[in-house]
């Protein structure tokens, strides 16, 4: 059971209710990441010792059970007062789990059948006991590290997981229904999932070598696609058959724990029901289950109506659990997942494509064209215009109309694109003007983290005559971070004579030093000599910060149009640039992303019926680590620290 506490400035009220489960008997799974994210960042991961082993960055059965008992998650958001617009009000909530250890136990299972921890001593058990030692899957990271940056949570303490650990850099999303919690299954979003499952490209492991990979190359093997394998079937002369070799074969539990893994189905029963859409969609097919009469068989199947007309398209599919089950992809599946059309690159999406999150990018997106079978009209899915695509079309326009606009829109594509955003960050270090790029990211984080803070620990019993909340304690802690943040950035970048002393217009310059020295004036009564120091910075508040902010932002402004005109088109000219992407396969087939969703839900009040969709989220640390990878194996280019 949860129960919920706002706090805000002028009123409090509070009230509790349970959480909503499905008729499987799990929560639903929104509630199932948030308050997984929240356990694991109250939690304090260790290193454990278990069997005469260890295992770094690790929790235990005791620990999570005792945070769990009493969890609060406070959330601060800062605004402008409805009554005085040049006001800043913040609103703090703050919600407490509370749950027996049974019950307890029982979550921490929900996130293992989910695939966002794993027991640490035995990776493959399934079960999560009552003394057990349990560390973050890749999956678990993806999700932890998306609710940390929604919220402006600080994870100074969970940096060594996230440098240490594999990350799942791509995630896919599929839709559910809100009374249910149920994945809305259509063709579109079938398609969508049976091309992240299959890869761009067949993904046939390579031949183990005398050095086994490690877990960030394995990892990335398998985020290709299911692995898979070809099967020879013996010739039986008794019954006339002949040998028969079947190409593109996989075992389903492979299936399984892949779909587990990079997608957001929940356990293995809900993984089995979208396999056996694949085989009712005719993507897939049964080659063999050569288990014994006595063993135990889970075989699940789904049912549905059929388009009619040459549709491979049945009325049911199945598809059976068992160890020594294998299916094959067939021709249809094949030929859905375009693994012999060209594609566009690696670098090509890297973006999140949450519907809620959509950037302006993804309204540029294409129709394919409707064909006939799987591709039929209600089927019809988008494309995200590939970076390559972008780039080339703000080109054109640049030479047409020769303004700076066109120039400063294809800037902000590459800074919304980890990797190639990491690219151009090397070429301005190179030409050392890195601190252009560095000011504007810093300024981004920061506004992040002015307009929401989170925090999540475990409640401790109050002193009487302590009134302030958790939140608003959080809240205060949270301030003064800020505060020293916003003149760091000052500091470092806009102080005179400063380490890393931007190039800016005198005018913006004026500006910022009249409203401090005002500020300072007003604060200390001394004159402002250009220098903040951390007595005068702690006497700021809310509104004061908004303000700097805005005047931050301006600069940002400046600084991002000086590299648009100056930098831009001299690294989109660059050797490294140019081998980058025909290294990386600019225009071909990528092996490990995705371009085809569904199409955006309808607007509100324009249907009663949830239509479902698949979005992907995507890691920026693992996305960045990823690009480090391949900058070692691209010829001419050098270490990237």
Not at 254 to 266: G, K, N, P, R, Y
Not at 583 to 595: K, Q, T
Request: net charge neutral.
């Amino acid at each position: 059971m949860t129960s919920l506490d706002q706090a805000e400035q002028s009123a409090q009220a509070s009230s509790s209710h349970m959480m909503k489960t499905t008729k499987r008997g799990r929560p639903f799974l929104k509630d199932t990441l948030d308050l997984f994210a929240t356990l694991i960042v109250s939690l304090n991961l260790t290193t454990h010792k278990q069997y005469f082993r260890t295992f770094p960055n690790s929790f235990s059965t005791d620990e999570a059970a005792a945070n769990l008992a009493s969890l609060k998650f406070s959330q601060s958001n800062r605004g402008p007062d409805p009554r005085d617009k040049s006001r800043i009000v913040t609103t703090t909530t703050t919600t407490t789990f509370s749950m027996t250890r049974d019950m307890a136990k029982a979550m921490c299972q929900h996130f293992m059948d989910a695939r966002l921890i794993e027991n640490a001593a035995d990776l493959g058990s399934n079960l999560f006991k009552d003394r057990g030692t349990y560390v973050l899957t890749p999956k678990g990271l993806h999700v932890l590290e998306r609710f940390i940056s929604k919220n402006g949570m600080n994870s100074d303490h969970l940096q060594p997981v996230f440098a240490s650990q594999p990350i799942c850099i791509k995630l896919l999303h599929l839709e559910r229904r809100s009374a249910d919690d149920e994945i809305i299954v259509t063709q579109s979003v079938i398609t969508a999932l049976f091309r992240r499952f299959v890869g761009r490209q067949p993904n046939y492991p390579a031949q183990s070598s005398t050095n086994p990979p490690d877990a960030f190359q394995e990892y990335h093997e398998r985020s290709k696609g299911v692995p898979l394998m070809d099967v020879q079937e013996r010739p039986q002369p008794l019954l006339g058959k002949a040998m028969v070799m079947h190409k593109h074969c996989f075992a389903a539990v492979s299936a399984l724990e892949w779909l587990c893994d990079f997608t957001s189905v929940v356990g293995r029963e809900e993984a089995a029901e979208m396999a056996a859409q694949f085989v009712r969609f005719g993507l897939i097919t049964l080659v063999s289950d050569k288990r014994k009469n006595n063993d135990s068989a889970i075989i699940f199947t789904v049912r549905g109506s059929t388009p009619g007309g040459n549709s491979p398209v049945s009325q049911h599919g199945e598809f059976r659990c068992t160890a020594k089950a294998i299916y094959r992809i067939t021709d249809e599946g094949k030929r859905l997942a375009q693994w012999d059309e060209a594609t566009a690159s690696p670098l090509s999406s890297t973006v999140n494509l949450n519907h809620t999150e959509r950037s302006s990018l993804e309204s540029e997106s294409i129709n394919s064209t409707p064909k006939t079978g799987i591709e039929a009209a209600d089927a019809k899915i988008h494309r995200r215009i590939s970076m390559a695509e972008k780039l080339n079309s703000s080109h054109e326009a640049a030479e047409k109309k020769g303004n700076v606009k066109s120039n400063t829109d294809r800037l902000k594509y590459i800074l919304e694109e980890p990797s190639y955003r990491a690219l151009f960050r090397d070429f301005l270090k190179a030409n050392f003007c890195e601190e252009n790029l560095a000011f504007w990211m810093d300024v981004e984080d920061f506004k992040r983290k002015f307009n929401t803070t989170s925090s999540a620990q475990a409640a401790v019993p109050t002193r009487s005559g302590n009134k302030a909340t958790p939140g608003q304690a959080a809240m205060e802690r949270h301030h003064e971070a800020l505060i020293q943040t916003a003149f760091q950035i000052y500091n470092k970048y806009l102080a005179p004579s400063s380490q890393n002393e931007l190039n800016i217009d005198h005018g913006l310059r004026l500006d910022l030093a009249n409203y401090l020295g005002e500020v300072m004036v007003g604060l200390h009564g001394k004159s402002f000599d250009g220098q903040v120091d951390a007595i005068q910075a702690g006497s700021f508040n809310a509104t004061q910060l908004q303000v700097l902010i805005k005047l931050y932002t301006r600069i940002q402004t400046h600084v991002l149009r000086l590299m648009a005109m100056d930098s831009l088109p001299k690294f989109i000219k660059t050797q490294r640039f140019l081998d980058a992407r025909q290294f990386l396969g600019e225009g071909d087939a990528p092996g490990d992303d995705v371009h085809f969703l569904t199409s955006p839900p309808a607007p509100p009040g324009l249907g009663s019926e949830e239509t479902g969709g698949a979005y992907i989220t995507v890691s920026l640390k693992g996305s960045e680590r990823e690009h480090r990878n391949q900058c070692r194996d691209i010829p001419g280019s050098p270490h990237v620290s």
